[in-house]
């Protein structure tokens, strides 16, 4: 039985294959347009023809990992994405079935990615664990005592980049104010490489803060301490929410921040309720496929058509 699994980014898509637990083939592709989700569909469906010449069986299941709230009962999209204006529109499922004739499972990103270091990466034999994808935004998503937190709207989990940590803070894009990504994250360091005139660093992102040229300047060591304090308190929220064992940190931004894991691990052992060092805090081991291979363990795994199923 082969799955397939797709992490669908707005400027990269992730796709990998799995066959009987083990990870037989993973590719990354650039979205050349993301004005429609057919664009990149059709990239992805070459690449995924591509793997299965000359192979005697076909697709069992395609598992898609999306950056919206995603309702993974029903394979609904809930909420647009600043690309691909069309998905909440797109009839994935249909697509699914009449290109490869297999089940669409769709998923959070975050949730995907939490899936893929369950089942190869770093929660192995976790139960209660808690990623954090540290990229433009904050995304998130939780497992406890082995199961996938999806809540009654499609939310639990998924936001800790909007919990409020500075109740008169900056405006967010979700229209509230003062939450984790409005304080510190991708987006709003591009702001902050805006207002000191340097907008040509906002496509080096975090690594502008590191470079040798910068790493000095009181400027920069300012943005960087905001940005790794917003980044600790939402630890130190995700304990204390969640009482996780293992903290999980990916996206485009956990490479550069996981220098910081010993200054996050002290400030758990210092601000929060659990004993010292209960809680680990690990950089993702599957990078940026961590979604792709979450999305390919959907059909065996954590989600489930009915609330009722799901394991
Ligand atoms: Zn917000």
């Not at 304080?183 to 360091?189: I, M, P, Q």
């Not at 550069?256 to 010993?262: D, K, L, T």
Request: aromatic content about 10%.
């Amino acid at each position: 039985m082969y799955s397939v699994g797709i992490d669908l980014g707005g400027t990269s898509a992730q796709v990998v294959v799995i066959n009987k637990g083990e990870i037989l083939f993973q590719t990354s592709i650039v979205v050349r347009d993301s004005s429609s989700v057919q664009y990149i569909l059709d990239d992805l469906s070459g690449c995924i023809d591509e793997f299965f010449v000359g192979h005697s069986e076909h697709v069992s299941s395609i598992g898609i990992a999306f950056p919206s709230i995603v309702d993974a009962y029903n394979n609904k999209i809930l909420s647009r994405y600043v690309k691909y204006p069309d998905a909440m529109d797109f009839d994935l499922e249909k697509w699914v079935k009449m290109k490869f004739g297999a089940t669409l499972f769709l998923e959070n990103d975050a949730r995907a990615a939490l899936i893929g270091e369950y089942h190869f990466g770093r929660a192995k034999g976790y139960h209660n664990s808690c990623m954090l994808t540290l990229g433009t935004g904050i995304g998130s998503a939780v497992m406890l005592e082995g199961k996938l937190l999806r809540g009654s709207n499609h939310l639990a989990g998924n936001l800790l980049g909007h919990t409020i940590i500075q109740y008169e803070g900056g405006k967010c894009n979700c229209n509230g104010v003062g939450c984790a990504e409005s304080e510190g994250s991708g987006w709003w360091l591009n702001n902050k490489f805006h207002e000191i005139n340097r907008g040509d660093l906002c496509s080096q992102g975090f690594k502008a803060l590191l470079a040798p040229e910068n790493v000095r300047s009181p400027v920069f060591q300012n943005i960087l301490a905001q940005l790794i304090k917003v980044y600790k308190t939402t630890m130190i929220n995700a304990v204390h929410c969640y009482d996780p064992e293992l903290i999980v940190l990916g996206g485009g931004i956990a490479e550069g921040v996981s220098a910081y894991i010993p200054e996050f691990q002290a400030a758990i052992d210092e601000h929060c309720w659990t004993p010292s060092g209960a809680v680990k805090i690990m950089k993702s081991a599957l990078g940026s496929y961590a979604g792709a291979i979450g999305a390919a363990c959907l059909d065996r795994t954590t989600s489930r058509r009915t609330p009722s199923n799901a394991s």
